[in-house]
């Protein structure tokens, strides 16, 4: 009687590390940016918007469904790993309720999410950042919906 090959003794897989993994910013640094962390690693934050322009002006590439980033809080540590589950390149208008409410950040509904997310991309630090203090968004400004799940807390 023949027994199949028994595969070789493994170790348990190590947790994953930030060493070489891009940097995953959510908001700026601050109150919001300490929120929306918090969230991500409660589980209560699976997805995130971002605009097409900001990626566009800062020469990034989309989100791809498989990249991993670690997450920064607002002192710049390392927090958390999470990988893109999903990535969907929408207008607006199109940001449907399921997508509000797994941003995690209270939103009762797409109205709500919405004006959240205008007083956001309409202050100052994101004009700033974009070098354009007359930016505004509207139905037609495309987004990137972007769908993530939490690998690896890195607290201590």
Request: proline share 10%.
């Amino acid at each position: 009687m023949t027994t199949p090959e028994q595969p070789p003794h493994s170790q348990p897989a190590s947790p994953p590390t930030p060493e070489g993994l891009p940097r995953a910013e959510f908001a700026f640094p601050g109150p919001l940016r300490d929120q929306l962390v918090a969230a991500i690693l409660d589980g209560s934050k699976t997805s995130t918007t971002g605009l097409v322009v900001d990626y566009e002006h800062e020469g990034e590439a989309l989100p791809e469904v498989g990249s991993r980033s670690v997450v920064v809080d607002s002192e710049d540590r390392p927090v958390g790993i999470i990988e893109v589950t999903g990535v969907r390149v929408v207008p607006l208008a199109e940001v449907d309720l399921a997508h509000a409410l797994d941003e995690g950040e209270g939103h009762p509904d797409v109205a709500a999410w919405r004006a959240g997310h205008e007083r956001f991309w309409h202050s100052a630090e994101m004009r700033a950042a974009l070098g354009d203090p007359g930016f505004t968004v509207d139905d037609s400004t495309v987004a990137v919906l972007e769908r993530f799940r939490l690998v690896a807390d890195l607290r201590p």
